[in-house]
């Protein structure tokens, strides 16, 4: 029997991973790609610059390990965060991986695995049930409403009542675009016996205070993670973190694979920070340009949901599966993210947006 033979059916895999599918946002080559929420500017050329400078540098010392603890990194990242918040934070209250991904799997080896529970707020991020089931913690999805907002009474009572270890809210919301009104997210924090996440990944494109600003009063439960994928034009790079108390720091390296921040990945990281007004004035630019598509949508008679991010979920599709294959056919990728009738376009520049709204009149409906 050959490698190629052996089918999964036939590993001794976990038994609660059996039949489960991977993350799979296909990466196709079609030339319009709004379809994993990046943004589409390219870094300018003084960044890129910047960057190399910095990795030929490090390069030097590639024969040693890299700081274990990040240090420099998270002391920019704290710079970062306090100066978009208003926060004041340190390197003790930051903490960073590659990708917020991996920032959420330590939070839940920490926090959760066998015998614990997650709740989260259905639709929303589907990483969190994965990282959920491959850190053996159980998963509670519990429904938005039908407008995909969150009834934060409803979600409050639900935590008092099932106890969760962790609950994750994602704000704004992926895939949906909306955010949770910041004085509502206390009554989540006041009512969870454990730690509350808030994935604020899209962070920057909203209007809505942080929730960094509760880190002070909820210092034992609230965790808020970020990344540097999608408004800092960084996905490539690989960069996420968060600030917490700095308790919750030396919690997460318990469970941290050492050096798992390579130093090419800190040297570019810091170099792409130090550009971050020139990324991070994109920004402006991408919001317009939503209110651009969403109107474009609501003149070819769809129904875009509220979005405070860099994507709009709109429908309604009688088949969205085939109506995503046309798009594809008509040369733009966007995402089905399994809600009916419903699909999910991230706001690309200007051209790619002209491309989709056209592309949008010639989609079964
Ligand atoms: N949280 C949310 C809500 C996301 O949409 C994403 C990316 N799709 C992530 C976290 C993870 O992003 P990354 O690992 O690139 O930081």
């Known amino acids: 029997m050959s490698s190629e033979d052996v089918r999964l059916e036939d590993l001794p895999l976990r038994e609660d991973l ?11 080559d079609v030339p319009v790609r709004l379809n994993t ?15 190399t400078e910095a990795v030929r540098e490090a390069a030097a010392g590639l024969h040693r390990y890299p700081d274990r603890d990040a240090i420099a990194l998270r002391q920019d990242l704290a710079a970062y965060l306090s100066g978009a918040t208003g926060v004041p934070l340190t390197e003790r209250n930051l903490w960073a991986a590659n990708g917020s991904n991996e920032v959420l799997q ?9 015998g614990r529970s997650a709740l989260g707020f259905e639709p929303s991020y ?4 994965i990282i959920a089931a491959g850190t053996r913690t159980d998963w509670v999805a519990t429904p938005r409403r039908d407008d995909f907002t969150l009834d934060t009474e409803a979600a409050a009572r639900i935590v008092a009542e099932r106890r969760p270890d962790v609950v994750f809210v994602t704000s704004p919301n992926n ?3 909306g955010s949770i009104p910041f004085d509502e997210l206390e009554l989540v924090l006041r009512a969870a016996p454990g730690i509350v996440v ?11 205070r942080s929730a960094v600003e509760l880190i002070e009063a909820y210092p034992a439960q609230l965790i808020v993670s970020r990344t540097m994928s999608k408004a800092f034009a960084f996905a490539g790079g690989r960069l996420g973190y968060l600030a917490a108390a700095p308790a919750v720091i030396d919690a997460l390296q318990l469970v941290r ?6 130093v090419l990945t800190q040297a570019a990281a810091r170099a792409a920070l130090r550009h971050a007004d020139e990324t991070l004035a994109s920004v402006a630019k991408l919001a317009a340009e939503r209110e651009r598509v969403v109107e474009g949508l609501l003149g070819l008679g769809f129904t875009p949901v509220p979005s405070d991010a860099n994507f709009i979920l709109f429908g309604r599709f009688a088949d969205a599966r085939a109506s995503w294959q046309a798009y594809v056919d008509n040369g733009v990728l966007i995402r089905d993210v399994g809600i009916e009738g419903h699909l999910r376009v991230t706001v690309g520049t200007p051209e790619e947006n002209d ?5 949008s009149k010639e989609v079964p409906r």
Do not use: W
């Open 257 to 262: 694979l050492p050096y798992h921040l390579s």
């Open 355 to 359: 491309a989709f709204l056209a592309a």
């Open 126 to 129: 589907s990483m969190h049930p």
């Open 198 to 208: 808030v994935d604020e990944a899209y962070a920057e494109f909203s209007s809505q």
């Open 106 to 114: 330590q939070i839940l080896q920490a926090f959760g695995g066998p």
């Open 37 to 51: 929420n990046e943004n589409p500017y390219p870094p300018p050329q003084a960044l890129v610059d910047d960057v």
């Open 175 to 177: 895939p949906t675009g």
């Open 18 to 28: 059996r039949g489960r599918s991977p993350y799979g946002a296909p990466q196709l």
